[in-house]
Structure formats: structure tokens, C-alpha cells
């Protein structure tokens, strides 16, 4: 894959940057800007070569067609904040205003273009409508620069189609990403901890079939624990439960345990009669009560899965240990963030949740090895999945 630097003299370049600018928001503030910050440096480094920067982005999932409700209006606001420099705006992202918006610029501007699956080219699953828009954003620009991580899973216009009609190179983001995911799959360094939860077992089957081969100890948390512990045959209570799932578990402890991986359950649970923030328990994880429904990882668990990351070399973490939305609930997840920003080595935390949990807890993006702005991506490369917007740089597409 190319990278930036070997683009050559982007001064009075126009490079279109693919950026994930795909943030919470509540009515127009945004409630976590991570991905905004995250793809500060890729811009700002264009800016500063002389390049007249052109970001395209989407945001949420409007229908194909412009909403005022998903404008990245308020994003790009964000960015210019941030950049600490004036940051212009279209109002739409192949029409008469983008055009009018990129032609102002001057050397070392920055213009973000409204939401680009405002126009349902973007996502079509036809190539040729695809293609067609590709076309539309592609004369817009001289070069093309991918740098968001995020969307690098979609085969999608600005990701996929335009890399192909335009001269184009990675972004430093999504190298970043490359680089540390590569290192949690080819060779990573022994003990390796691979630490799963939230919700669903069916969300990260791919991932446990993926890395059970390659990890010394998986250990399991979350919502998904729960199927685990009904394929033990313990009692779950009204805990998350997928059924269609209990061969699956029981297929991996089994596999687990012929390849000398330890699988490390909890022991102990926080329930509670209801799915809310009251009466929480700790109990015993095989002997749960069948009128309470399990919340949390329990202290003795959080302690045995503290020491197991404690003793890794490489560990990757994807998934809640518990509800840790509310208090009674977070302690699991807490614990185990602790245990990341305390080992030695490697710690990698993937998923969008997993990374809100953190912040939320109060511990700071740095003190992990890295944090992935990709839930989908990155679990989609760890399950050893092409994707489409890495492939069409590295000329492996087929
Ligand atoms: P990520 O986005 O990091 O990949 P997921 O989307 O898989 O994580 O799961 C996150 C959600 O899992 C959180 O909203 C959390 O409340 C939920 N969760 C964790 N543990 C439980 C549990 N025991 N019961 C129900 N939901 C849970
Ligand atoms: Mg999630």
C-alpha cells in the first residue's frame, strides 16, 4: 500500500480525504469525538504539505438522500476546533456547492462535503450506479487518501470505487490500524489474552474461530457468557441466552480445551431480579438463580481475568465484560480495563462500545497501546476477512 509520503509534492494538490467522521451525536452535539480527533493528524498533515484538502465523510444512516438530521454541519465545526483553523462547508458533496467550495480553496485549506450517503450512490450494490458517483467525486479531486478506518469493511464509492480513478495512498489512521491488528494475528508475541464480550456470541463467533488458533487464553465476559455457561449446563436465569448458539459454545470449550487454549469463564456473577440498576447480587456463576438475570462478571472473576491479562504479552480486548452503562454493572469492565492499561506489551481495544466504556470510566485513549475508531473493521480482520477498501490499495482486489 502507498502511503502518504510516497505521493510526492502535494502543494496545490487537491486530495480527497476519506475520513470517518462518524460520531454520536444528540440533536446536533456531539457526545464523544474520538473518531473526529483520531482524524486530525492525517488532515492536518496535508494541510501543512500545501495540499487544498477536501474531506468526505458520512454520518449515521440516512436513506440515499439528504436529512438535516445526519448533516455533518456540526462535525465540521468540530474539526475546525480542533485544526484550530477555519474549516469550510458544502452543503451538498458532488453537487454546485462542493464544487463552488473546493474550487475557493486556497493551498493548505480544509473543506469537509456534506454527508456523503446523502447521495444513494455511495452504498449502492450496483457497480455501475457506484461507479458512476465514484466518477462524480473523483473530479473533485487530483489525488486520494484513505484514512477511514472505520468504513474500510465497505464496499462503498468513496471508499472502494474511487481508489481505483484516482492516484491513492493509505492515511496514517488507517496504517496505524493495519499495523496493530497485524500484530494481534501474524506472530503475535506469546502469552497472548484474547478478551471477549457484550452482547451477542453470534457477533464474534468469527472472531473466536479466527483467533482461538492463535491465542494462549480466551476469556469470556458479557452478555455472551451466558450461552457459555447454559452449554456447561449451569443454570442461567433470565440472563441473555442465544439458544440457536449453545452447539456453537460448546464447540469452542471443547475445541478449547483439545488445543490447550484456557478458556477462562467467570466464577462469580452480579445479578439482579431486573434488567436495571437495583438489588444487585454476587453469586456463584454455577449456581445462579433462576428468577435473576446476570449483569456483571463478579469480583472473583474481574480478579482471575485481572491476573491472566496481567501475565500476557499481547492482549486484544472486544466487548463489555457487563452492563457497565450502569453502576452496579461496571465493575467487570472497569477491572479488566485497568488490567490493559497496567500490562506489559501489547493491549488493544476494539469495538465502539468497548471504547465509549472506557472513556466513560474515566481512563484516558493513551494509556492503552491502541484503541480502535473501527468496531466492524477490526473485527472484521480479525476474523481474517478481506476488506474491500484495503484491498483495492494493496492491488489484491479481485
Ligand atoms: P462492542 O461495541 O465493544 O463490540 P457490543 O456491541 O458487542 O460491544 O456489546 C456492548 C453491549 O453489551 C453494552 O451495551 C453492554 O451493556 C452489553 N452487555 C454487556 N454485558 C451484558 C450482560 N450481561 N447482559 C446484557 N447486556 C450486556
Ligand atoms: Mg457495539
Given at each position: ?316 480486548w472486544?466487548?463489555p465484560m457487563?452492563?457497565f ?7 467487570g469492565t472497569r477491572a479488566v480495563a485497568l488490567a490493559l492499561t ?5 493491549s488493544?481495544v476494539?469495538?465502539?462500545?468497548s471504547?465509549?466504556a472506557v472513556?466513560?470510566l474515566g481512563f484516558?485513549?493513551?494509556q492503552f ?30
Amino acid at each position: 500500500m502507498k502511503a502518504v509520503s510516497d505521493l510526492g509534492d502535494l502543494s496545490g494538490q487537491r486530495v480527497l480525504v476519506r475520513s470517518d467522521l462518524n460520531v454520536p451525536l444528540s440533536g446536533t452535539d456531539i457526545t464523544d469525538d474520538g473518531r473526529v480527533r483520531a482524524s486530525v493528524p492525517t488532515i492536518e498533515r496535508l494541510a501543512s504539505a500545501g495540499a487544498r484538502v477536501i474531506v468526505v465523510a458520512h454520518l449515521g444512516r440516512p436513506k440515499g438522500a439528504p436529512d438535516p438530521a445526519y448533516s455533518l454541519k456540526p462535525v465540521a465545526t468540530r474539526l475546525g476546533e480542533l485544526l484550530g483553523a477555519e474549516v469550510h462547508f458544502a452543503s451538498d458533496t458532488v453537487g454546485d456547492d462542493a464544487r463552488r467550495v473546493v474550487e475557493s480553496l486556497a493551498d493548505g485549506q480544509v473543506a469537509v462535503l456534506e454527508n456523503v450517503r446523502f447521495n444513494a450512490g455511495e452504498t449502492a450494490k450496483d457497480d455501475a450506479e457506484r461507479g458512476a458517483f465514484a466518477d462524480q467525486l473523483a473530479d473533485l479531486a487530483d489525488v486520494f487518501v484513505s484514512d477511514g478506518f472505520g468504513v474500510v469493511h465497505r464496499k462503498q464509492a468513496s471508499v472502494y470505487d474511487i481508489a481505483s480513478r484516482l492516484p491513492a495512498a493509505v492515511g496514517g489512521l488507517v496504517q496505524t490500524e493495519v499495523e496493530v491488528l497485524k500484530r494481534l494475528t501474524e506472530n503475535p508475541e506469546g502469552p497472548y489474552a484474547v478478551v471477549l464480550g457484550g452482547s451477542k456470541v453470534s457477533d464474534k463467533l468469527g472472531v473466536i474461530e479466527n483467533l482461538i488458533d492463535k491465542a494462549d487464553s480466551l476469556l469470556i465476559g458479557g452478555g455472551m457468557v451466558f450461552t457459555f455457561l447454559k452449554a456447561q449446563g449451569h443454570e442461567v436465569g433470565t440472563s441473555l441466552l442465544e439458544a440457536d448458539q449453545l452447539d456453537v459454545a460448546s464447540g469452542y470449550i471443547e475445541r478449547a480445551a483439545a488445543q490447550g487454549v484456557d478458556l477462562v469463564l467467570p466464577t462469580d456473577v452480579v445479578v439482579a431480579p431486573a434488567f436495571a440498576d437495583e438489588d444487585a447480587s454476587v453469586v456463584p456463576a454455577d449456581a445462579m438463580p433462576a428468577d435473576q438475570m446476570g449483569l456483571d462478571i463478579g469480583p472473583e472473576s474481574a480478579a482471575r481475568f485481572a491476573e491472566v491479562i496481567g501475565a500476557s504479552r499481547t492482549v486484544f480486548w472486544n466487548g463489555p465484560m457487563g452492563v457497565f452503562e450502569m453502576a452496579s454493572f461496571d465493575a467487570g469492565t472497569r477491572a479488566v480495563a485497568l488490567a490493559l492499561t497496567q500490562m506489559n506489551g501489547l493491549s488493544v481495544v476494539g469495538g465502539g462500545d468497548s471504547a465509549a466504556a472506557v472513556r466513560q470510566l474515566g481512563f484516558d485513549d493513551a494509556q492503552f497501546g491502541h484503541i480502535s475508531t473501527g468496531g466492524g473493521a477490526s473485527l472484521e480482520y480479525l476474523e481474517g476477512k478481506t476488506l474491500p477498501g484495503l484491498a483495492i490499495l494493496e492491488g489484491t482486489d479481485d
